[in-house]
């Protein structure tokens, strides 16, 4: 799989990544996707939707629990199953991301799939880890499109290695600083007394506005000879909604997984984070913006276990002392930096529902700006 990525034009970003320089560096993550694009602009029925899944452990880890920690920007959004990560500090399903009206649809998917393939680990309760952000502006997204059946089929596709970007999975019909927006990836490794970890980050990008962009510290956004029609005001009144459209307004949920040994609280910490690297890209969280962010470790498989058959008189968890975690927390910051702009890059025009149209980030104006 090869696609334009933002290293490709240039850009000189910090860190070392893994091979992939995608969440799937980490050892035992599966990503899957279902994307949904039917219907001609001016349609009756214009899908621009779809599903992204994360197996935390793959396949076969499915009720494995891991270290979490989660943490809101901005809490305009929604991120199932965070109640349950913040009481136990872990959770042991597969992560999802879609759109905002499907959430209650792929939470659905994620149980029967779960049910199908470990019977055991449904037989008790579920509570699946479901993010959204709003795909509205192209997508018709109070057509049901997404089906339970599409989280499955996600989950089934969910594989190793090289992952695709831009307009696919859950990220299908999202927009980012007024271009083109969706899934983007990127990892980094680090040492820690001789031993590689590795950080990995999956967003869905569908927040900030064109005036704030910012790449390595460049203002990409404001000079951009690519239209923003998202942030025309007009477009929610022409539509006929009750409000008008705001520039900065979206969401954007970001997963961050390492194989470094952590505490929940420190998963949390790893969370806490996410926002250092969005604002290198130039958002400052508007209020319109859901921006709610899920770190967990795949260390200390066999702990943090919740079941009612649980026997066992004490667990023990290794972690990386409290004192050693910056370079975790650089790795964090730094690719959750460049997925924003892998997103970006990876996107091409898409038109939508009501003749909308969202275009991509010009690839000419950042080699520009870093040749």
Known sequence: M?????????????????????????????????????????????????????LPR???????????????????????GRAWIDESGSFSTPIAITSSHAVGAVHRGVDEWVHAVNPAVSAQWMLPVVGETWDGYLNQINAGHVEPAHARTALDAASPGPIAEGSVGGGTGMNCYGFKGGTGTASRV??????????????????GSREEFTVAGRPLGPDSAAPAPIEDDG?????????????????????????APLLPGQCAALARRVPLGLARTGTTGSHFSGDIFLAFSTANSGSLTSRMADRTSYESLRFIPWGRVDA???????????????ALVAAEDMAG????VSYALPHDEVRAAFS
């Not at 240039?10 to 969440?23: L, S, W, Y």
């Not at 529902?353 to 909308?356: G, L, Q």
């Open 2 to 54: 090869h696609t334009t990525r933002a290293r490709d034009l240039g850009i000189p970003f910090a860190g070392t990544p893994g091979r992939h320089n995608a969440i799937t560096d980490v050892p035992g993550i599966e990503v899957g996707y279902t994307t949904l694009i039917h219907g001609e602009p001016g349609a009756d029925s214009v899908a621009r939707t779809g599903v992204t899944a994360i």
């Open 58 to 80: 793959g396949r076969a880890g499915v009720g494995i629990p891991c270290a979490a920690g989660t943490y809101s920007l901005n809490g305009n959004g929604e991120l199932t």
């Open 190 to 207: 680090i040492d820690h007394d001789g031993t590689a970890y590795t950080v990995g980050v999956l967003m869905q990008a569908n927040f």
């Open 235 to 259: 477009w929610f009144l022409r539509d006929g909604e009750r409000a008008r459209s705001v520039p900065g307004a979206g969401s954007v949920i970001v997963v961050v997984a390492t194989d």
């Open 328 to 342: 975790l927390y650089t790795a964090t910051v730094q690719a959750v930096e460049e997925a924003v702009v892998n």
């Open 353 to 356: 529902r009501e003749d909308h």
